[in-house]
């Protein structure tokens, strides 16, 4: 089982990137999946979590507005579409599969963490 993050980059303040995330070796479309992502000293942190039917999605509050979730189950592929970005979005993002059934927040509720993308915004 592997998660591949892809579409990081380095941008300016205010613009756009989109991250995917396809997953390979077994189907997660029953699953929630959720974005995390970590700066340089910092913890790794939430960013937004969708349920298995992408009917349902939860966003932090630093990227509520901004940043949209979604999946393509057919795909095996999640996705993060990230507009106005700002500096202190610059983190390494992380896709992961969910382990309950509901939208957690936590890193612990998650699992099959891919390698992860760089996200850079410059100012």
């Known amino acids: 089982v592997q998660l591949q993050a892809s579409g990081g980059g380095l941008v300016q303040a205010g613009g756009s990137l989109r991250l995917s995330c396809a997953a390979s070796?077994?189907?997660?479309?029953?699953?929630?999946m959720g974005w995390f992502r970590q700066a340089p000293g910092k913890a790794r942190e939430f960013v937004a979590a969708?349920?298995?039917?992408?009917?349902?999605?939860q966003y932090a509050d630093s990227v509520k507005g901004r940043f949209t979730i979604s999946r393509d189950n057919a795909k095996n592929t999640l996705y993060l579409q990230m507009n106005s970005l700002k500096p202190e979005d610059t983190a390494v993002y992380y896709c992961a599969v969910g382990l309950v059934a509901g939208l957690s927040t936590s890193r612990r509720d998650y699992t099959f963490w891919g390698q992860g993308t760089q996200v850079t915004v410059s100012s």
């Open positions: 070796g077994r189907s997660f479309s029953t699953l929630p």
């Open positions: 969708i349920s298995w039917s992408g009917g349902r999605t």
